[in-house]
């Protein structure tokens, strides 16, 4: 965990990475380490993105979905030829950023300059229900689309002996044992409940001390029992 710890207070910007076709559970815990991140003013990108149907069930307890954005950049390259660049500037204004290229031997011809998008790049990557065999084809998948980072600062959170609402809630705690936002622990207290629910499983004696510490935290069980409750289809209601 020491590892982990200096990782993330290294690192600015995250990936947060999950399979195809995650569950609710899987979800709800990458939106816990999510939050946990933006609080702590780091910069995250997630893939793949949210379902919508997720979004419309969890919305009461989601952080904003606008703020998958990994800090892009765009290069713009000006030949030099036959122009002699003297100085560049820049103008802030309130409708745009004005660019000022001054030159020393004439005017630049504007169809030479070329704008190029660069991709993001992210400092390290967690990723949720993935398998770590040697460069799995999903990590492949993602690498299409933006850089990864080197190996070491890849870190793999898997739902084995431990549930990934535990797994993500011990990496959280190594950085803020007294964790006082609500909207962390919430997030963390549905994906615990949702992975039972999901797997018909009674709580064992750890996971109970874990609800236990996210309710004494502030986790809002009565809004993520609604939720819960309100998407069961009868045969998958309690019986009393």
Not at 27 to 34: G, M, T
Not at 51 to 62: A, R, T, V
Not at 129 to 134: A, G, S, W
Request: glycine share 2%; net charge negative.
């Amino acid at each position: 965990m020491e590892k982990i710890k200096s990782i993330i207070e290294e690192s600015h910007s995250f990936g947060l990475f999950l399979k195809e076709d995650p569950k609710d559970h899987e979800l709800l815990a990458r939106e816990a380490l999510k939050s946990f991140l933006i609080k702590k003013e780091k910069t995250v990108l997630y893939l793949p993105d949210n379902p919508e149907s997720f979004i419309k069930k969890w919305s009461s307890l989601l952080t904003d979905q606008n703020s998958n954005n990994a800090p892009n950049s765009i290069s713009i390259h000006i030949p030099k030829g036959q122009t002699k660049i003297k100085e560049v500037t820049y103008e802030d204004t309130d409708e745009a950023l004005d660019l000022n290229i001054i030159t020393e031997n004439g005017e630049i011809n504007p169809q030479e300059i070329v704008f190029e998008p660069k991709t993001a790049n992210i400092d390290a990557v967690f990723c949720f229900c993935l398998t770590t065999l040697p460069e799995p084809e999903n990590l492949k998948r993602f690498n299409k689309q933006i850089p990864l980072p080197p190996k070491e600062k890849i870190i793999f959170i898997n739902d084995n002996e431990e549930t990934l609402a535990q797994k993500t809630f011990t990496i959280i705690k190594t950085l803020e044992n007294d964790l006082s936002d609500n909207k962390t622990v919430s997030l963390l207290f549905a994906s615990l409940t949702s992975e039972r629910m999901c797997s018909y499983q009674q709580s064992r004696e750890k996971t109970l001390e874990i609800e236990k510490d996210l309710i004494r935290l502030g986790a809002d069980k009565k809004i993520i029992s609604e939720i819960i409750m309100e998407s069961l289809s009868l045969d998958q209601l309690p019986i009393i």
